[in-house]
Structure formats: C-alpha cells, structure tokens
C-alpha cells in the first residue's frame, strides 16, 4: 500500500539527514529519530507542494511525486558524500538488547489499544470515544477536509474564509496516509501508534544519556502513561471496603476529580488520555526529546573534547619548552598556534549540528506548537546554566528564526486581546501557597523522587533538570493563548521530562539491597496508582458513532457537491457534512474560540443568514459569505438565538436538494444557493 510505502520512505529520508548530524547509541534511537524527523520534513515537503499546485483538482497527486524525487537525490548525496560520523554503540550502558525489544514490544501493545479504544471505525462508522468527541470532531473534520475537500491554502472547517490558526500539519500528514491508500482512521491511529512508539524509545534513550542506566531509561517510559496526582486518596476514603473500591476502579466511567474547583480538574489531562484524544501531542514532545538526547550527548562529547583538547596543548607545550634550543622561533610559534585554534569543539561541521537541531525544533509551531514554546524556554534556559552557549545560541538561533514567522501567524488577527502575562493559570485568586498547595497535590509523590534524584545527581543533571523545570514557571506566569487552560500541555511536556529523574530516584534506591527495593516499589505505586485508576474510564467509555461508508447522506456529499464547498448549517462538531471533507460557515464555536477568530461577529451575521427576510438581500449575504448550501435540521429549528427562522423562505424561494424523508438525519433539509 502506498501509505505504507510512503511511511517507510519518509523513515529513509530522516535517516539521510539524521545520520549526518546525530549519534546514535542504539538502533531504537535511530529509528525513531529518523521516523520522527523524516516524518516532520516530508510533511512539510509535501504540504508546501500542495499549496503550490493549488489550483489543479487534486494537488495532493503532485505533492506525492515531488517527495520521491526530492528523497532520491538525498540519497545519492548521502552514498556520494557520506557521512563521517560514527555510531556509539559500544557505549551504552549494561543491559541486553533483548530487554529492550521486551519492553517496546509491550508499548506497541499498549499504544495499540489506547488508540483503538478511543477511535476507530466499524461498519462503515466513525466509533469516537465520547469523552473524546470534541477533539476528534475537529481534528477529523481537519483531515478529511485536506484528504476529501480542497483546502489548500488551509482554512479551518469550522470557521472558512480565514487562513487557519491552528497547528495543523500532523492532521495533513494523516490526510495524506487517507489520500494514499489508508481509511481515515487506520491513517490516524498508525501514524499515532508510530509516533507514541518513537516517543517512548527516545525517553528510553534519555534515560540512558543522562544517567547511564538502561533501568533508568525503561521506567521513565513506562512511567509516562500515568499521572502522580494524589486525587486518588479522598477517592479511595470514599470507598466501603476493598470490594468496593475494586469495583468502583473497574468500572469507572470518569476521571478522578482533583478536588479543586477549577476549570479542566475533572478531565484527567496530566493522565495518558490526554496523548489518546491529542495526537499531535505525542510526536511533537517526541522530537523534543530527540532534540534534548543531541544536547545531552553533545555537551557530554564537546566537555570531553575540551578536556582531551587542554590535555593535548598542555602536552604539547612541554614538548616546546624541550625542543627550544634546536627549532627557530617562527616555527615554535606556528606550531602553539595550530594547536590552539583547532580544536574540534570549534568546527564548523559541529555549528551545522547545531544549526540543524535548531531547524526541526524551527518548524514545530504548525505541527505543534506547545512544544516548540517549551524548547525555547528549555534551550534558552540551557544557553544561562549551561556550558558552551556558542554552540546552544546557534540552536535558538536557528529556531527563532524559523519557527516565529509561524508563531506570528498563528496568533495574527487574535482579537481576543489577552495579556501574555498571566498570574496563577486557571487558579482562582491564586497566591503563592495556593500555587505550591497545587503543584504538590498534582504532582504528588513525584516531588518526593524529584528531591531524591536532585541528591544524587550531579551538577549538570541538576541545572538540566532546573532548565526543564522552566516549564512550570511559564504556566503559572503566561498566557499562551486565547484559552489559559491550554497552558496544561506545557505541564504534560514537563512532567513526561521529569519522568527520567522520577525513575532515577526509584533506581538509586533499589539498590540499597532488600529495604531499597521494597521502598521503591512503594514510591512507585503511590506515584503512579492514580494514572491506573484513570486509564479505566478510558477503556468504559461509550463511542459516538458516525455514519461515513454506505450512507445515504455521505454519498450525496461526495458525489453532487464540490470538495470546496461551503454550508451554512447547525454549528455541527461531528457530521457527515464535516467528515465528508466539507467545511461548515460556523461550526463548534469553542475551537474557534480559542484560535482567537472574531466569533461574534460571525455568530452576527450568522443569525441574520437564517432570519434575513428579504430573498435578494438573502442571496447576496450568502454569496458575499462564499455559502454554497444551506442545510436547515432540527438543531437549527429548535436554536433559541434564532427565534424568527426564515425557514419558509428557503423552501419557497431555493431549491432543495436533498431531505431527510426517512427522518435518519435529523429532518436535515438542504438547499442550494442560486
């Protein structure tokens, strides 16, 4: 299958340019790496060459054969002008490759089944998990506008006739699988599954770059599907007995509440659902990770290159002082310069690392663009605490440089006019204890685990860890964006980073013999016990279907209107309308919202499109508005802030197209515009 193909593809392309700049110490590293990077830069390949033949009927078809031309002649270059780097494998720590392939086995298994269990597709149905129906209603609704619609340039279904402001790119790469052979679905949950498995290899090889411990490398993945709130202790009080609490666990159906009254404490989004209903999340933090493993390995590799450097001069200068009487002077000279203007910590080929790290962390803000305000604050904070600021400058550099017009145009014509500094995220009346009570009660445990790895660890892992710890600071003190709330993806960010201090606390205390490793266990079952509590209410959840294949409406979509077209309607957030590739004038008002789109404006002339009674004044709001169809269902005529719906105009005066005799669609009507 071709999607199949391309993901391979995609896979070889990251591996040409990967292997130019990247070390890698395990073939798990290198492969994810290279899925995740090809995967990044092949969608933007492929996207940026849609737009460009935006004006033929399927631009798609000539985006996917400029991609193949594009990564044959990066593999001749790779084979003509190989790269001179080698692999680090006889470095790694202790441990069997075969543990290795043990645990991402078990993790294929695991991110198989959260993905299916929240999406899938059965009977020709979209099943959408129901606690979930919002983000896949616009995010489906996003793919199958790029796979069955025309929306190049990109313009979000919900709200047409704006350039999107929405990080959108992994939804077009799903769109493209779709377009490539896939079913909507397979397309989503595959690149999900790929993606969540890269993510936990590359917290594996973390793990092992900082601390040298393959043990510490596996907990820190495992422990990333579950949160450390200490929600679940007035939930077990509640309990009768163990019985009770037992079938209470197994068969909850919501989330632990935290207890705290605001906004978002009830949708366990520190927990693994929040990886399940936002995919774009998982490959965004993994690229990352795999920027974070080239700074560690780098400065690791550049401090010991230093050293050997300061070694080798000093060495060289006794040699000097011994051979003075018998050599010129000029030649003396010459000979102290060339050994201390070359040190390999300087090179040129070493900035272009550096530069390229920068380049993919540049061109996250449209695939996701939490993760790309993390990696400005991490490396900016990096480039004050750590050594070799040259070289983490030219990172930031280079990201700025790329990623800001993107970030730019994600927030321009943002009428919401918040301020950027926000005190206190979405704590009412927040203080300083309030915000500490909070961060302890969420994070419970971990602070525990926290302050033992900051014990044991050494000066660079503590200041690494405060540079990741930044995080934090930036939720509590910005406003990211038109809804504060969003500020929690920066606090999953962090705490999948400080998983890897969390496991190695547990390891150092396991080794303290018989005591250590019953300490441990207990440290880790109290950390990630309300993170199993939750997956529960994952796997209980009832799905929303969707009809799509072999029905009635679907069909009509697909096969008598245009993949542009646009429909005045319901403000729908799943729909055969939406999941047929179509776009809707105002849809789900919450994402458009949050986007910063003037909403009450279009809420405005919205209500006038259906109360409007004059025909021609009718027909000319609607083409000015670029509607093509006006669909009238019982959503439409029950809407409260539409009490003088014009419906019998439409029917007098336009021609209907399609109507829901069999009384399946909710009595939907649909008229053209003349």
């Given at each position: 299958?071709?999607?199949?193909?391309?993901?391979?593809?995609?896979?070889?392309?990251?591996d040409?340019?990967?292997?130019?700049?990247?070390?890698?110490?395990?073939?798990?590293?290198?492969?994810?790496?290279?899925f995740?990077?090809?995967?990044?830069?092949?969608?933007?390949?492929?996207?940026?060459?849609a737009?460009?033949?935006?004006?033929?009927?399927?631009?798609?078809?000539?985006?996917?054969?400029i991609?193949?031309?594009?990564?044959?002649?990066?593999?001749?270059?790779?084979?003509?002008?190989?790269?001179?780097?080698?692999?680090?494998?006889?470095?790694?720590?202790?441990?069997?490759?075969?543990?290795?392939?043990?645990?991402l086995?078990?993790?294929?298994?695991?991110?198989?089944?959260?993905?299916?269990?929240?999406?899938?597709?059965?009977?020709?149905?979209?099943?959408?998990?129901f606690?979930?129906?919002?983000?896949?209603?616009?995010?489906?609704?996003?793919?199958?506008?790029?796979?069955?619609?025309?929306?190049?340039?990109?313009?979000?279904?919900?709200?047409?006739?704006?350039?999107?402001?929405?990080?959108?790119?992994?939804?077009?790469?799903?769109?493209?699988?779709?377009?490539?052979?896939?079913?909507?679905?397979?397309?989503?949950?595959?690149?999900?599954?790929?993606?969540?498995?890269?993510?936990?290899?590359?917290?594996?090889?973390?793990?092992?770059?900082?601390?040298a411990?393959?043990?510490?490398?596996?907990?820190?993945?495992?422990?990333?599907?579950?949160?450390?709130?200490?929600?679940?202790?007035?939930?077990?009080?509640?309990?009768?007995?163990?019985?009770?609490?037992?079938?209470?666990?197994?068969?909850?159906?919501?989330?632990?509440?935290?207890?705290?009254?605001?906004?978002?404490?009830?949708?366990?989004?520190?927990?693994?659902?929040?990886?399940?209903?936002?995919?774009h999340?998982?490959?965004?933090?993994?690229?990352?990770?795999?920027?974070m493993?080239?700074?560690?390995?780098?400065h690791?590799?550049?401090?010991?290159?230093?050293?050997?450097?300061?070694?080798?001069?000093?060495?060289?200068?006794?040699?000097?002082e011994?051979?003075?009487?018998?050599?010129?002077?000029?030649?003396?000279?010459?000979?102290?310069?060339?050994?201390?203007?070359?040190?390999?910590?300087?090179?040129?080929r070493?900035?272009?690392?550096?530069i390229?790290?920068?380049?993919?962390?540049g061109?996250?803000?449209?695939?996701?663009?939490?993760?790309?305000?993390?990696?400005?604050?991490?490396?900016?904070?990096?480039?004050?605490?750590l050594?070799?600021?040259?070289?983490?400058?030219?990172?930031?550099?280079?990201?700025?440089?790329?990623?800001?017009?993107?970030?730019?145009w994600?927030?321009?014509?943002?009428?919401?006019?918040?301020?950027?500094?926000?005190?206190?995220?979405?704590?009412?009346?927040?203080?300083?204890?309030?915000?500490?009570?909070y961060l302890?009660?969420?994070?419970?445990?971990?602070?525990?685990?926290?302050?033992?790895?900051?014990v044991?660890?050494?000066?660079?892992?503590?200041?690494?860890?405060?540079?990741?710890?930044?995080?934090?600071?930036?939720?509590?003190?910005?406003q990211?964006?038109?809804?504060?709330?969003?500020?929690?993806?920066?606090?999953?960010?962090?705490?999948?980073?400080?998983?890897?201090?969390a496991?190695?606390?547990?390891?150092?205390?396991?080794?303290?013999?018989?005591?250590?490793?019953?300490l441990?266990?207990?440290?880790?079952?109290?950390?990630?016990?309300?993170?199993?509590?939750?997956?529960?209410?994952?796997?209980?959840?009832?799905?929303?279907?969707?009809?799509?294949?072999?029905d009635?409406?679907?069909?009509?979509?697909?096969t008598?209107?245009?993949p542009?077209?646009?429909?005045?309607?319901?403000?729908?957030?799943?729909?055969?309308?939406?999941?047929?590739?179509?776009?809707i004038?105002?849809?789900?008002?919450?994402?458009?919202?949050?986007?910063?789109?003037?909403?009450?404006?279009?809420?405005?002339l919205?209500?006038?499109?259906?109360?409007?009674?004059?025909?021609?004044?009718?027909?000319?709001?609607?083409?000015?508005?670029?509607?093509?169809?006006?669909?009238?269902?019982?959503?439409?005529?029950?809407?409260?802030?539409?009490?003088?719906?014009?419906?019998?105009?439409?029917?007098?005066?336009?021609?209907?197209?399609?109507?829901?005799?069999?009384?399946v669609?909710?009595?939907?009507?649909?008229?053209?515009?003349?």
């Amino acid at each position: 299958m071709l999607a199949i193909v391309y993901l391979i593809a995609a896979t070889w392309f990251g591996d040409c340019l990967c292997r130019r700049f990247f070390r890698f110490t395990s073939i798990q590293q290198r492969l994810a790496t290279s899925f995740l990077i090809g995967l990044l830069l092949s969608t933007w390949l492929v996207f940026l060459s849609a737009v460009a033949f935006q004006r033929f009927s399927q631009p798609l078809i000539f985006a996917n054969l400029i991609f193949p031309i594009v990564l044959a002649v990066t593999v001749w270059l790779t084979w003509r002008f190989p790269s001179k780097l080698e692999e680090n494998r006889d470095t790694r720590p202790t441990g069997t490759v075969t543990w290795d392939m043990v645990w991402l086995g078990a993790f294929l298994l695991f991110a198989c089944w959260l993905m299916f269990a929240t999406l899938s597709f059965k009977t020709g149905q979209f099943q959408i998990a129901f606690k979930a129906w919002t983000d896949f209603g616009a995010n489906v609704s996003l793919t199958q506008s790029f796979a069955l619609g025309h929306n190049f340039p990109p313009e979000h279904p919900f709200f047409p006739g704006e350039l999107i402001r929405y990080h959108f790119l992994f939804w077009f790469q799903t769109a493209n699988l779709e377009f490539l052979g896939l079913n909507p679905v397979w397309s989503i949950n595959l690149l999900s599954i790929l993606s969540l498995l890269a993510l936990l290899a590359l917290i594996m090889t973390l793990g092992e770059a900082l601390f040298a411990s393959r043990v510490v490398g596996r907990i820190a993945a495992l422990l990333f599907f579950f949160s450390s709130s200490l929600s679940y202790l007035p939930f077990l009080k509640a309990q009768s007995g163990f019985q009770g609490a037992l079938s209470s666990i197994v068969h909850g159906t919501e989330f632990l509440a935290s207890g705290y009254p605001y906004r978002g404490e009830t949708w366990g989004v520190l927990s693994a659902n929040v990886y399940a209903y936002q995919r774009h999340l998982i490959s965004g933090i993994g690229l990352l990770v795999a920027a974070m493993i080239f700074l560690v390995e780098r400065h690791r590799r550049l401090k010991t290159e230093k050293v050997d450097s300061q070694l080798s001069i000093a060495g060289s200068r006794d040699e000097i002082e011994q051979v003075t009487e018998s050599e010129p002077a000029p030649t003396i000279r010459e000979r102290a310069t060339s050994i201390e203007v070359t040190p390999v910590y300087a090179s040129v080929r070493e900035f272009t690392a550096w530069i390229f790290c920068g380049v993919i962390v540049g061109l996250l803000p449209y695939w996701n663009s939490p993760t790309y305000l993390a990696a400005l604050a991490i490396f900016g904070c990096v480039l004050i605490f750590l050594p070799f600021r040259l070289h983490t400058a030219s990172l930031i550099g280079a990201a700025i440089v790329v990623g800001l017009p993107q970030v730019l145009w994600l927030r321009s014509g943002n009428v919401a006019g918040y301020s950027l500094f926000h005190w206190g995220y979405t704590i009412d009346e927040p203080s300083l204890f309030l915000i500490l009570k909070y961060l302890i009660w969420t994070f419970g445990v971990k602070w525990i685990l926290l302050g033992v790895a900051v014990v044991f660890a050494t000066g660079w892992q503590r200041r690494f860890l405060l540079a990741i710890s930044s995080l934090v600071v930036v939720v509590f003190m910005f406003q990211l964006s038109t809804d504060v709330f969003n500020n929690h993806k920066l606090l999953n960010i962090w705490t999948t980073l400080v998983n890897v201090y969390a496991a190695y606390a547990l390891w150092r205390i396991a080794r303290y013999k018989f005591a250590g490793v019953a300490l441990a266990i207990a440290l880790a079952l109290t950390t990630v016990f309300g993170g199993v509590v939750d997956l529960f209410p994952l796997h209980n959840d009832p799905m929303l279907a969707v009809p799509y294949q072999n029905d009635r409406l679907s069909q009509w979509l697909l096969t008598s209107t245009k993949p542009s077209d646009v429909f005045l309607t319901h403000q729908y957030l799943t729909h055969q309308i939406l999941f047929t590739g179509r776009k809707i004038y105002l849809g789900y008002t919450l994402f458009a919202w949050t986007a910063g789109y003037n909403v009450p404006d279009r809420e405005a002339l919205y209500r006038r499109m259906f109360q409007e009674g004059d025909r021609d004044e009718l027909v000319r709001l609607l083409r000015e508005n670029k509607i093509a169809y006006v669909a009238i269902d019982d959503g439409v005529r029950r809407n409260e802030s539409l009490p003088d719906l014009k419906e019998a105009l439409y029917e007098r005066s336009f021609v209907k197209v399609f109507e829901d005799t069999a009384h399946v669609y909710d009595n939907i009507v649909i008229y053209q515009v003349p």
